[in-house]
């Protein structure tokens, strides 16, 4: 309880001073919604974590199906805000186990709307930042990849639901 109230009450000073883990983020968020008192400090928190360097790292392990679905929310919402805007702080050896990550996470969550879209949406904005020199048959790429004629692991139906999902979004970003 003490560590929570000075959470909320020294959020920049304590965010300032320390690496922010996913365990840090997971209680913060799943707090966020139990308690109204704490509300606002864990927002400006929580906002300061998620625009931070540290929520590379800590995104991936709480886009984890065993976690509270706001705890897999925030991590998407994460993971699409830090490649919509964040894009300068990936260095160009990341950009391919990105991808990876994204797609391997669009497969997973292939039946859980809410956090498939915030996925897409990062696939979206993905290729907006590789398909000029990096990427450049992101689209073919992902047409392939998505193919419900050839995709394993996933339903056909899904499959081309995923791919719609996909080339809409793309152009939105």
């Not at 919604?33 to 540290?54: I, T």
């Not at 950009?95 to 915030?118: G, T, W």
Request: net charge negative; hydrophobic share 40%; with cysteine.
């Amino acid at each position: 309880q003490e560590s929570k109230q000075k959470l909320c009450r020294d959020g920049i000073s304590f965010f300032n001073k320390m690496e922010v883990s996913a365990e840090q983020v997971e209680q913060a968020v799943v707090e966020f919604y139990r308690d109204p008192v704490s509300k606002s400090g864990l927002n400006a928190w929580l906002m300061q974590a998620q625009h931070s360097r540290h929520s590379w790292t800590f995104a991936w392990p709480l886009l984890d199906p065993r976690k509270p679905e706001e705890v897999q929310f925030f991590a998407g919402n994460t993971v699409y805000m830090k490649v919509s805007r964040y894009w300068h702080e990936v260095p160009k050896e990341e950009y391919e186990p990105l991808k990876i990550k994204i797609l391997n996470l669009i497969a997973q969550y292939s039946n859980s709307k809410v956090i498939l879209n915030r996925l897409v949406k990062s696939l979206g904005a993905y290729v907006i930042h590789t398909i000029q020199s990096d990427w450049t048959t992101a689209i073919q790429d992902i047409i392939t990849m998505f193919d419900p004629g050839t995709v394993s692991g996933i339903e056909p139906s899904t499959a081309l639901n995923l791919l719609f999902s996909i080339l809409t979004v793309i152009p939105e970003e």
